[in-house]
């Protein structure tokens, strides 16, 4: 089944250590996403790619690193530098959007990976 | 960027239409508005988009006003099940081929029996 595939579903770490999410689609989406969302609030992008090798930071990106070496893979890597990284953080994919904004795609959402750094 | 503002919360009654509102009055001529809800502690889910005219599918209705400066999703005969929180976003288009998808804090849809 296509499917974005967030993973794990909980981590822990111990604070000063840096920590990789993963996330992996296989819907031959171009543009990956990754969010970050706290308890009570809604979700505020922190970097996102629209092709391979390419990526964007977003509104909040301090304390935070993305690769994305391959079509199907966006992993997000919290930084010792993030000073409040416990959170629900959450990856997206979409097809990639025309020049013009034409193409009208929605977004898949994973099912999130719970941080929590003591 | 396109900025949505949504009441932070609603309640509805079961089997009654829940009208959720959102304002987009900085919408662009070719930025769309898009739908989303969030069940607790799970990835929002797509719902509905739209551009200018009017949308059904086996979900929703969205009425977008004819000025564009805000729509209503509209869940016919809400069910327990439709509690969530409910994200109204405009897509951005950015230089070449990046692009953003901005969320505000959605409308916390609350139905009761």
């Known amino acids: 089944d296509g499917g974005i595939t967030q993973s794990p579903k909980y981590l822990f770490r111990k604070e000063g250590q840096n920590v990789t999410l993963s996330c992996e689609q296989n819907l031959n989406h171009d543009a990956m996403y990754w969010y970050r969302q706290d308890p009570g609030q809604g979700l505020r992008l922190i970097y996102y790619s629209q092709i391979v090798n390419d990526f964007q930071k977003g509104d909040i990106a301090e304390g935070y690193s993305v690769s994305r070496e391959k079509k199907e893979s966006f992993p997000l890597t919290v930084t010792s530098a993030q000073k409040n990284p416990t959170a629900f953080y959450l990856c997206a994919s979409s097809m990639s959007q025309t020049l013009s904004g034409g193409m009208n795609t929605e977004a898949f959402f994973g099912q999130g990976t719970r941080l929590t750094v003591v | 960027d396109a900025k949505t503002t949504q009441p932070p919360s609603m309640d509805c009654a079961e089997g009654r239409a829940a009208n959720l509102p959102c304002n987009h009055s900085t919408i662009s001529g070719n930025e769309y508005v898009y739908w989303y809800r969030q069940i607790h502690s799970q990835g929002p889910q797509y719902i509905i988009h739209?551009?200018?005219n009017n949308e059904t599918n086996e979900m929703a209705s969205l009425i977008i006003t004819e000025d564009r400066k805000s729509s209503t999703l509209i869940l016919p005969h809400a069910t327990l099940r439709d509690t969530a929180v409910y994200y109204c976003?405009?897509?951005?288009?950015?230089?070449?081929?990046?692009?953003?998808?901005?969320f505000g804090t959605g409308t916390r849809l609350q139905v009761t029996l």
């Open positions: 976003i405009v897509r951005v288009v950015g230089t070449g081929t990046a692009s953003k998808l901005t």
């Open positions: 739209g551009l200018k």
